[in-house]
């Protein structure tokens, strides 16, 4: 999560999950971030915001909708690896921490760090990552409203937790 005061994001946009607060610079999506305060909706302020708005809106619809945004690239060569390895979980499916870990030859803790510094939950789906005996964290929280998205978020693409 890239920590953003409410005045700069390019879209604020209502979901099911809450507020979500879209942040690009008109090339790349650099970030989606969850609005915990209260935060009015806020119209597109690019023609990258609107695209991602409405993606955002059809996976909302749809949980099989695919993503086709133009990314962040990631910020280092193992939050590439583990980026990649976050979109090859199919919709519906979920994957260990240390599964992940094995597919990129890294330890359940990075995969776990990664997930946590993921930058574009939703898009990148992290919430897709479970711990191996329960439903480990999101955005850093172990508790909490993070949770509570987390849970939406698998039963709307209808994963087992």
């Given at each position: 999560?890239?920590?953003?005061?409410?005045?700069?994001?390019?879209?604020?946009?209502?979901?099911?999950?809450?507020?979500?607060?879209?942040?690009?610079?008109?090339?790349?999506?650099?970030?989606?971030?969850?609005?915990?305060?209260?935060?009015?909706?806020?119209?597109?302020?690019?023609?990258?915001?609107?695209?991602?708005?409405?993606?955002?809106?059809?996976?909302?619809?749809?949980?099989?909708?695919?993503?086709?945004?133009?990314?962040?690239?990631?910020?280092?060569?193992?939050?590439?690896?583990?980026?990649?390895?976050?979109?090859?979980?199919?919709?519906?499916?979920?994957?260990?921490?240390?599964?992940?870990?094995?597919?990129?030859?890294?330890?359940?803790?990075?995969?776990?760090?990664a997930c946590r510094r993921n930058p574009l939950p939703i898009i990148v789906p992290c919430h897709r990552v479970v711990a191996f005996n329960g439903l480990g964290g999101f955005s850093g929280k172990l508790d909490g409203?993070?949770?509570?998205?987390?849970?939406?978020?698998?039963?709307?693409?209808?994963?087992?937790?």
């Amino acid at each position: 999560m890239i920590a953003c005061a409410v005045k700069d994001y390019t879209a604020i946009i209502d979901s099911p999950c809450g507020m979500l607060g879209i942040l690009d610079d008109g090339k790349v999506v650099r970030a989606i971030n969850f609005i915990y305060n209260k935060a009015q909706a806020r119209a597109p302020r690019s023609e990258l915001s609107e695209v991602t708005a409405t993606q955002l809106a059809s996976f909302f619809s749809d949980a099989t909708f695919q993503f086709d945004l133009p990314l962040v690239p990631s910020a280092t060569p193992f939050q590439s690896r583990a980026r990649d390895a976050l979109l090859r979980i199919p919709v519906g499916e979920t994957r260990s921490y240390g599964n992940v870990a094995k597919t990129i030859r890294s330890s359940a803790r990075a995969i776990a760090g990664a997930c946590r510094r993921n930058p574009l939950p939703i898009i990148v789906p992290c919430h897709r990552v479970v711990a191996f005996n329960g439903l480990g964290g999101f955005s850093g929280k172990l508790d909490g409203e993070p949770l509570v998205i987390k849970k939406w978020l698998l039963k709307h693409e209808s994963a087992s937790q």
